[in-house]
């Protein structure tokens, strides 16, 4: 067993004084958004809702790997050969990836796309990839391929095969964009969950914190840890729902940058942090790095916490503020 996912344990103080806990689900960039907010009124909630699945339409058209007209398509396609006039907002992201990258000595690198598509495609046709093609895919990575413009606002990937993906990043950073939204309509008070990407806001009131329960899938889902969490962000990676797989061997859907080949250190990863953003990304560079990475990253930076499960998938390590049971 090498699977975790994240369960929101909820106690329900569904209302109190004039605000009310109000819950709603969509569906965006194949995962489910789930909020769940205190508000003043059924009407403001609603309001707060469609334009987090407004939110969500903008980010997709932005970094989506899965559409041909979006921001991302249009960077890609021109890869080596032009640069492509950007929002923004698709500049501050790739900024905010390439200062990850440096933080995590390039285990977290957006510029992963070549090589997680040949992965993707010769896994599908029933193959490993061949070295050579591994070796020409890494040639094809690495975030210092990534040329900014700022005052053009344009981007350029340095090599016609350079191809970018937000797949590490994107979620996390969708949640805390919602959380934004939340927030600037006077809500404080709640919790966003984007497909185990989760950032918890303020707690319902007369409680500490959000209880959110680390649950080994199988096995009568049982809960392995308990998380009180306030003002944080939470993710997990690992292979429980998305891998490759090859002569019956799972192969994680994580790309070590430096080798070309799926991480196999650590089997799943629970990060915490200040942001759901950043709980996203340090999730996949721990995958990567293993538990060496997750002791760097809290030397770093003490508001991190990190559980990683070995190989075995039973030996479990606890890192910085992440306190095992
Ligand atoms: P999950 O999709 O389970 O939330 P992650 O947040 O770790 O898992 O994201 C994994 C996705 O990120 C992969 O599907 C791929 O698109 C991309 N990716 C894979 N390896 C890396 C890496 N080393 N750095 C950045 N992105 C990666
Ligand atoms: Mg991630």
């Not at 508000?39 to 339409?57: G, K, N």
């Not at 700022?150 to 350079?162: A, Y």
């Not at 940058?257 to 650590?266: I, L, R, S």
């Not at 030397?299 to 992440?322: I, P, Q």
Request: glycine share 10%; proline share 3%; aromatic share 10%.
């Amino acid at each position: 067993m090498r699977l975790l996912a994240l369960l929101i344990l909820f106690f329900c103080s569904c209302s109190h004084g004039t605000e009310n806990l109000y819950e709603r689900s969509f569906y965006s960039m194949g995962s489910t958004v789930e909020l769940k907010f205190y508000s003043p009124s059924e009407e403001l909630f609603h309001r707060i809702v469609d334009a987090c699945v407004e939110r969500t339409r903008e980010i997709d058209w932005l970094f989506s790997n899965y559409r041909d007209d979006s921001i991302l398509a249009q960077v890609n396609r021109n890869a080596g050969v032009t640069p492509v006039p950007v929002p923004g907002e698709f500049l501050r992201l790739v900024r905010t990836s390439i200062r990850y990258s440096e933080l995590t000595e390039g285990a977290f690198d957006i510029t992963i796309g070549s090589l997680f598509e040949l992965w993707r495609a010769e896994t599908k046709a029933g193959r490993l990839p061949a070295r050579s093609r591994i070796r020409d895919a890494l040639g094809c990575t690495g975030f210092q391929k990534i040329k900014i413009d700022e005052v053009k606002s344009q981007v350029l990937l340095d090599g016609d095969c350079v191809r970018l993906d937000f797949g590490a990043i994107g979620k996390g950073y969708a949640v805390d964009e919602m959380v934004k939204i939340a927030r600037e309509n006077g809500i404080s008070r709640g919790l966003v969950n984007f497909g185990g990407n989760i950032y918890a806001m303020d707690p319902p009131a007369g409680r500490k914190s959000w209880d959110v329960g680390v649950r080994k899938p199988g096995s009568g889902n049982k809960i392995i840890s308990k998380l009180d969490l306030m003002r944080k962000g939470v993710a997990t990676s690992g292979d429980y729902e998305r891998y490759f797989e090859h002569e019956g061997k799972r192969y994680s859907h994580i790309i070590n940058p430096k080798t070309g080949w799926p991480a196999e250190d650590v089997t799943s990863v629970v990060a915490v942090s200040k942001s759901a953003t950043e709980a996203d990304v340090f999730s996949t560079a721990v995958s990567v790095l293993g538990s060496r990475g997750a002791k760097m990253f809290v030397r770093k930076d003490k508001s991190l916490g990190f559980l990683v499960v070995g190989k075995n998938g039973e030996e479990r390590s606890c890192f910085g503020s992440y306190k095992c049971p």
